[in-house]
């Protein structure tokens, strides 16, 4: 039996790809939506990656769009 559609590995790999050209790319304003990847992707497969790496890359992430936010840029 086939999964449903946007379930598997071909669209878990798609938003990763995503997540990753919105680092890339520094596009601030979509890095809660990657925080927010990177929380469920280590709920699902918490061995994936270590759990202090997990955590410092989150913290970076919203350490940024903190400072995004108070710097008054748009």
């Known amino acids: 039996m086939a999964p449903p559609p946007g379930v598997g590995p071909a669209s878990l790999r798609f938003a990763a790809?995503?997540?990753w050209l919105v680092v890339r790319r520094?596009?601030?304003e979509h890095f809660p939506?990657?925080?927010e990847f990177l929380q469920s992707l280590r709920a699902a497969a918490p061995?994936?990656?270590c759990y202090r790496h997990h955590e410092r890359?989150?913290?970076s992430l919203k350490a940024k769009v903190l400072e995004r936010r108070t710097s008054g840029w748009d």
């Open 17 to 19: 790809a995503a997540s």
């Open 26 to 28: 520094r596009r601030v």
């Open 33 to 35: 939506k990657v925080v």
């Open 47 to 49: 061995g994936l990656v």
């Open 57 to 59: 890359l989150c913290m």
